[in-house]
């Protein structure tokens, strides 16, 4: 995909997922490898609504800011998911209600979703549950390292899932799945919901041979 195609899908996408209330305000950050190797990124402080394409912050391949608007302040996160995940071609992070609301509640920090459906397993595989930092604290993106690509999807606690994806597409399809996933969770909770067992999340994997950290 040509450069100016990929900055016109980020800011589509990303005012899809605002539009849809994923995330609001000001909140949430994008990022997307470019055919160069290099970045192209959120700018800091502005809302999915109105991303600007000719604005958005650009890398290049080292890693040192080209041009355009300065840089999301979670870079380090960001970067942890590309460095330890090579198929990694889009990064996206939400403030999304419901996972937020989840990640309230008692849970078990491997496995933040259960398995409920099938496309929650197929998009996400198992979701770590990390614990709270401080917006923009680098300390996320060596928690994201510590996972040594493993995982693709991570919730940090009270603030909201990031999700890495082959492209655009695929990081925004999952992380709508992340946030559906809990709001099934949170409607089901205490209510001895069956979720999908053992032998159906195992005959996932297989059937679409999923990245799966056992
Ligand atoms: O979600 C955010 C911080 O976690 C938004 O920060 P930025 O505006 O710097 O991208
Ligand atoms: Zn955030």
């Not at 970067?79 to 889009?90: E, K, Q």
């Not at 770590?128 to 923009?136: D, V």
């Not at 089901?188 to 999923?210: C, E, I, P, W, Y």
């Amino acid at each position: 995909m040509s450069e100016a195609a990929l900055r016109e899908q980020i800011c589509l996408l990303a005012k899809s997922l605002f539009d849809r209330g994923l995330t609001h305000g000001s909140t949430g950050n994008i990022s997307a490898r470019t055919e160069d190797g290099g970045l192209l990124v959120s700018p800091t402080g502005t809302s999915f609504g109105r991303l600007d394409p000719a604005r958005l912050a650009r890398f290049d391949a080292a890693g040192a800011h080209v041009d355009g608007d300065k840089p999301t302040k979670e870079m380090p996160l960001h970067t942890a998911f590309y460095d330890t995940r090579g198929t990694a071609g889009a990064v996206v992070h939400l403030h999304s209600c419901h996972s937020v609301a989840l990640s309230m509640l008692e849970a078990d920090e491997e496995d933040f979703l259960p398995p409920l459906t099938p496309y929650g397993v197929m998009l996400l595989g198992r979701v770590k549950l990390l614990p709270f930092f401080l917006p923009g604290d680098p300390a996320m993106g060596e928690a994201v390292r510590g996972l040594a690509g493993k995982r693709s999807a991570v919730m940090l606690a009270n603030h909201g899932p990031v999700v890495a994806g082959k492209d655009v597409e695929a990081a925004c399809n999952a992380v709508e799945e992340l946030e559906a996933t809990a709001k099934l969770a949170l409607m089901t909770r205490g209510m001895g919901a069956r979720g999908l067992d053992g032998g159906q999340v195992q005959a996932l994997v297989s059937k679409f041979n999923l990245e799966w950290d056992a």
